[in-house]
C-alpha cells in the first residue's frame, strides 16, 4: 500500500556511468517532483511534473534528465556520475493544493 | 528566491518537556507552511502544516504559529517522546497551485532522552 515508491533504494555506482531511479505513485496525483537531500540533510527541489509536462526545472547539470511517461511515473536518468552527486534523492507527489508525499529515498554513493 | 532559515541545528530535550523549533522566511508572498518529520532511513512526512490566513494550528500535542508581519513560523511539541526523536523541517511555498515550490529550512535534529 506504498503511496510513493522509488527504486531501486540503494544505488552504487562508479564515476562516470550512467544511472536510473524510478517513482511511482498510486495516489492518483497529478503533479510529481524530484528532491536532491545532501550530506547536510539539506533538502532541495530538483525538477516537478504536472500531468506529464516539465513545470519547475532548477539550476540541475543537464546531465540529469527527469521522464515522466504518465502521471503516475516520474523517472530520474543521470549521466555521467559525478562523485558530487551522491546524494539520496526523494521523488514526491502531490494534487491541487494538498500537502506533498514523499517517497522513501534513493541513496546514490559514486565511488 | 524564496530563502528559509530554520534554528536550532540540534535541540536535545528531556522526555515530557516542551521543544520549539524556529523558521523565518524571506518571501512575503508565500502563503503555505508545512512541517515534515523525517525518521532515520526514511522520507519526510507531513506532521503539520498552517496557510498564510491562520495565525496558529494545534493537532494533539503539534502546534505551528505563523507570525506573517515578522515572516516566521514556529513548531511547538508538548509532552515530547522518545519517538519524536527525528530530523525535522519547515518549509515555504507559493500555494495557489500544486506545484508551489517548497524551500525547505537547514533542518533540526531532535533528540528526546528517556
Known amino acids: 500500500d506504498t503511496a510513493v515508491s522509488q527504486t531501486p533504494k540503494y544505488l552504487v555506482t562508479q564515476m562516470g556511468n550512467d544511472k536510473s531511479i524510478k517513482c511511482e505513485q498510486n495516489l492518483g496525483h497529478d503533479t510529481m517532483y524530484w528532491y536532491k537531500q545532501d550530506s547536510k540533510k539539506f533538502l532541495k527541489i530538483m525538477f516537478s511534473y504536472n500531468n506529464k509536462e516539465l513545470i519547475i526545472n532548477e539550476t540541475v547539470p543537464n546531465r540529469f534528465s527527469p521522464k515522466s511517461p504518465d502521471k503516475a511515473h516520474l523517472n530520474l536518468h543521470i549521466n555521467s556520475l559525478e562523485l558530487g552527486d551522491s546524494a539520496v534523492y526523494f521523488c514526491?507527489?502531490?494534487?491541487?493544493?494538498?500537502?506533498?508525499?514523499f517517497g522513501d529515498g534513493t541513496r546514490l554513493s559514486i565511488l | 528566491g524564496e530563502n528559509v532559515e530554520q534554528h536550532p541545528s540540534t535541540l536535545s530535550v528531556q522526555e515530557g518537556d516542551s521543544a520549539v523549533i524556529k523558521c523565518t522566511y524571506s518571501?512575503?508572498?508565500?502563503?503555505?507552511f508545512p512541517w515534515y518529520k523525517q525518521e532515520l532511513g526514511k522520507g519526510p512526512q507531513l506532521i503539520i502544516d498552517?496557510?498564510?490566513?491562520?495565525g496558529e494550528k494545534k493537532d494533539q500535542r503539534i502546534a505551528v504559529t505563523l507570525n506573517k508581519t515578522a515572516k516566521h513560523f514556529s513548531l511547538h511539541i508538548t509532552e515530547t517522546q522518545p519517538e519524536d526523536s527525528a530530523v525535522y523541517f519547515c518549509?515555504?511555498?507559493?500555494?495557489?497551485?500544486?506545484?508551489?515550490?517548497?524551500?525547505f529550512g537547514q533542518g533540526t535534529i531532535l533528540t528526546v532522552h528517556p
Open positions: 514526491a507527489s502531490s494534487q491541487d493544493t494538498q500537502p506533498q508525499h
Open positions: 518549509a515555504a511555498s507559493r500555494k495557489g497551485t500544486s506545484y508551489g515550490k517548497l524551500t
Open positions: 498552517i496557510r498564510s490566513n491562520v
Open positions: 518571501d512575503s508572498a508565500s502563503n503555505y
